[in-house]
């Protein structure tokens, strides 16, 4: 069940971090409210979209959900039983980008306080995600730029540098954080997705009618604003 839009507020004059920190409080607030019963169903049709969306990749990187996250286990165990290679990040040491084969969920452990789940065996360079046909990564909202609000570390914007050009980039989110309203913060070394997977549609962004329908409505916002300045 998709749930009312996600109402974020303009950032205008804040430090892109100072906004950041505030959208992911309001957004992970959303997240705690949303039940088990909605946090499984969704889970599951996450994993059917993953399927379709990644087509006839043999090859994909993504990554282990924690606490209030869209759970991102059946999308994983759907792509194992598929056949799909896997990787998993490993944080090594001094948080390494660097990653792992998923083996199954027996296989996940956590290795460090506070870190995600990891995959034993080999260790793999970043560079290792160029292996990849397509790319999941965790968000906590999208904007219609493709502007990908993380949770804080910077690891998939520095990573995804080693990607293959062109490749898709999914973010998994819920359908309410998809921002119309809104553009996100944005750093300089914020990377952009290209691709969003939600638990009732999966899409690409250039062209789509979110995008389309986002950067229309921001246009109205824009002009409004204008025009209201010049009457005063």
């Known amino acids: 069940m998709q749930r009312p839009q996600l109402s974020l507020p303009r950032t205008d004059g804040y430090e892109a971090e ?5 959208l992911r409080q309001l957004v992970r607030e959303a997240r705690a409210q949303r039940p088990e019963k909605e946090r499984l169903a969704a889970a599951r049709a996450f994993a059917d979209h993953a399927l379709e969306a990644i087509g006839d990749a043999r090859c994909v990187a ?5 606490g209030t996250e869209p759970n991102s286990l059946e999308v994983l165990e759907a792509l194992r039983r598929a056949g799909i290679r896997v990787l998993l990040p490993v944080l090594g040491p001094g948080l390494a980008r660097t990653w792992g084969v998923y083996h199954g969920t027996d296989d996940l452990q956590v290795r460090a306080p506070g870190r995600p789940p ?6 793999l360079p ?3 995600i160029a292996e990849a046909d397509v790319v ?5 909202a999208i904007d219609a ?3 990908r609000l993380g949770q804080g570390g910077g690891w ?5 540098r080693h990607a293959r050009p062109g490749i898709p980039v999914f973010a998994m989110v819920y359908g309410e954080e998809l921002v119309h309203d809104v553009l996100l913060p944005v ?6 997705v290209t691709a969003v997977m939600t638990p009732e549609e999966w899409f690409l962004l250039e062209k789509s009618v979110f995008q389309t329908q986002a950067l229309a409505e921001q246009a109205d916002e824009v002009a409004s604003f204008e025009d209201d300045a010049t009457e005063r």
């Open 187 to 192: 750093a300089p070394h914020d990377e952009p």
């Open 145 to 147: 730029a493709g502007t």
């Open 156 to 160: 998939y914007d520095r990573v995804l």
């Open 126 to 128: 970043a560079e290792a």
């Open 18 to 22: 100072d906004a950041k920190q505030m």
């Open 118 to 123: 990891e995959p034993s065996g080999d260790v």
């Open 62 to 66: 993504a990554y282990v959900s924690q």
């Open 136 to 140: 999941i990564a965790p968000a906590l």
